[in-house]
């Protein structure tokens, strides 16, 4: 069963760069057909689709967010990064991470990230 959990810090100010991880347990991220992606939720909005990276390391990107964001991984450790540069407070929000097969599924439990000086 694939499992993921979010980490980094809950409060980042203004104009500093975003950094969370996501790490997988129950699958790889190599595995083909499947893709993993970051999803935000700011407060009182829908979930909003920020990018994912493949199994061969492409990335995807929102492009109302491509500019400021960038998705890599840690195939050692079985794990893929968010970064998210130039913060305001309008990115604060809850972060997940999340397997894309056919849709996005399972997700992890989310971290809230606030952004405030």
């Known amino acids: 069963q694939v499992q993921l959990q979010e980490s980094g810090p809950g409060l980042v100010k203004p104009s500093e760069t975003l950094s969370l991880t996501c790490t997988v347990s129950?699958?790889?991220?190599?595995?083909?057909?499947?893709?993993w992606g970051w999803i935000r939720q700011p407060p009182g909005k829908e979930p909003e689709w920020m990018g994912a990276?493949?199994?061969?390391?492409?990335?995807y990107y929102n492009p109302s967010l491509k500019s400021r964001t960038s998705i890599s991984r840690d195939t050692s450790k079985n794990q893929f990064t968010l970064q998210l540069s130039s913060v305001a407070p309008r990115d604060t929000a809850v972060y997940y991470c999340?397997?894309?097969?056919?849709?996005?599924?399972?997700w992890g439990q989310g971290t809230q990230v606030t952004v405030s000086s």
């Open positions: 129950g699958g790889s991220i190599t595995t083909n057909s499947v893709v």
């Open positions: 999340a397997r894309g097969s056919q849709g996005w599924s399972p």
């Open positions: 990276i493949d199994a061969s390391g492409t990335t």
